[in-house]
């Protein structure tokens, strides 16, 4: 079992709908979980941060955290053809590293 | 503007040579990271500092090497030890020395490929 999983995809929404992408991870003692967004041929960026269960929001975006299932989630509302690519999920576990999922492809469409 | 600054972006390599991946910040952080990354899969550790003149293996270590001589300077180098070095590698470095945090800032990154 990998330690964070995410479909790979390729998610396919039409502008303006939302955006649901999921990960689960292993190690039910991480505290810390991170969303990252990357372009094609890009390096990553941080979008979201979460510590506690329940939905964090940030503009168009909503992070879930649900330690119990071991799942966190992001829900980008008005989907937009700028919200195409790579989102990555992190988990920081034990002995603080940064455990990284292959990562979700999200095409939005007009 | 402050930043993480890589290179080069792209780089051929013939195999049995040893190549560097220069990787300046300018943001003042105190750790430092490498990663690697493959079509499908997550980033991989490779090497990570938390202070000047100190450094870890992360899970991908072997085949690599790093040093930390400056605090805005952490290159890595690709020997010719690193049986599959074609791949995206990505430098990134975050505000804390104490503890590994999940808020990195990545470079652009470095393609390297073995012909």
């Known amino acids: 079992q990998k330690e964070v999983e995410q479909n790979s995809g390729p998610l396919s929404v039409p502008e303006g709908a939302i955006a649901s992408l999921n990960c689960t991870y292993s190690?039910?003692?991480?505290?810390?979980f991170f969303w990252y967004r990357q372009y094609s041929g890009k390096s990553p960026e941080l979008i979201m941060s979460?510590?506690?269960?329940g939905d964090k929001e940030d503009g168009r975006f909503t992070a879930q955290l649900n330690k119990a299932s071991q799942y966190v989630s992001l829900l980008i509302r008005d989907s937009q053809p700028s919200d195409s690519a790579t989102y990555l999920c992190?988990?920081?576990?034990?002995?603080?590293?940064?455990?990284f999922g292959a990562g979700t492809r999200l095409a939005v469409h007009p | 503007d402050g930043g993480i600054t890589q290179s080069p972006k792209y780089l051929f390599r013939k195999e049995g040579q040893n190549v560097t991946l220069s990787c300046e910040q300018n943001?003042?952080?105190?750790?430092m990271y490498w990663y690697r990354q493959d079509p499908g899969q997550g980033l991989r550790l490779i090497y990570y500092?938390?202070?000047?003149?100190?450094?870890q293996k992360g899970d991908i270590a072997e085949g690599y090497s790093v040093s930390r001589e400056k605090k805005e300077s952490f290159p890595l180098t690709v020997t010719s030890a690193q049986k599959n070095p074609t791949a995206f590698y990505l430098c990134?470095?975050?505000?804390?020395?104490?503890?590994?945090?999940?808020?990195?800032?990545f470079g652009e990154g470095s393609r390297l490929t073995v012909l």
């Open positions: 500092s938390q202070i000047v003149n100190d450094f």
């Open positions: 190690d039910r003692g991480s505290q810390s």
């Open positions: 943001l003042n952080h105190d750790a």
């Open positions: 990134a470095s975050s505000a804390t020395g104490t503890a590994l945090t999940g808020e990195l800032f």
């Open positions: 979460i510590y506690s269960n």
């Open positions: 992190a988990v920081l576990g034990g002995y603080n590293k940064l455990i």
